[in-house]
Structures are given as C-alpha cells and as structure tokens.
C-alpha cells in the first residue's frame, strides 16, 4: 500500500458557521464553500493548509455519525485521513493483515473522493480514513 500524505484533519464541530471563527477569522484559512453529503447526514467544509486541508464536519441530524461523536466526546479531531494511491487495493492489503474495516468497499466522500474507514479496534484508538482522488 502507498499512502502519499494526510490528505486532511477532521474535526467534528456543533457548527462550521461558528468553527469559522477561529480556522478562517482566527488562523487565516480559506473557507471554500460548505458541502452536505446526506446519506452521511453531514455537511462539510474543508480548509486547505498546505498540501493537506482541516475538514469541518456538522451533523445534519440528531442521530448522524458526527452528533453521536460530539455526544460523547465533545467537539474535537474526529479522524485522520490518508491519501493513498489505489484504495481498493489498500483495503484488500488491510483485510489480509486482519485490519477491521468499517467500509468493505469504497464510498463516494465530499469532493468525489472515493473513502473507506477503518475500525478504531485495530489502529490503536484512531478513526483513520483511506482517501483516494481522481
Ligand atoms: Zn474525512
């Protein structure tokens, strides 16, 4: 498996409107447009830092991934994300190493990239993200 670089933080925050505040008001950071993805009932913003970015995630219901993650532990890092060079091949590679996958497959993330996660269980507590991009 290649991973090429972190492709981007994400921080889950109650809002991107008031996360705003202190990544683009604060630190400077180009606010590029918000983008709701709602099967994963959340909405997105992602700050470009770089060669990697800070990605701002908002719950846009009650019961979504990201309003159950600020529940019980607050806003905060929520994952970590790694570009790779060819996702389908770095799950196959991680499921014969007998790393827990939350995504068998690839799903289609924000931007169009194709992600996967992997279960905290096996990567020492870490929400890791695999990202691929066209
Ligand atoms: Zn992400």
Redesign the pocket.
Known sequence: MKILKID?L?VAVKSIDKGKEFWTDILGLAFEGAETVEVQKVTTAFFPVGESEV?LLESTAPDGPIARYIEKRGEGIQ?I?FRVENIDEALEELKENGIQLIDETPRT?AGGARIAFLHPKSTGGVLV?LCERG
Do not use: L, R, S, Y
């Open positions: 981007h994400g990605e994952h994300a993330g993200e």
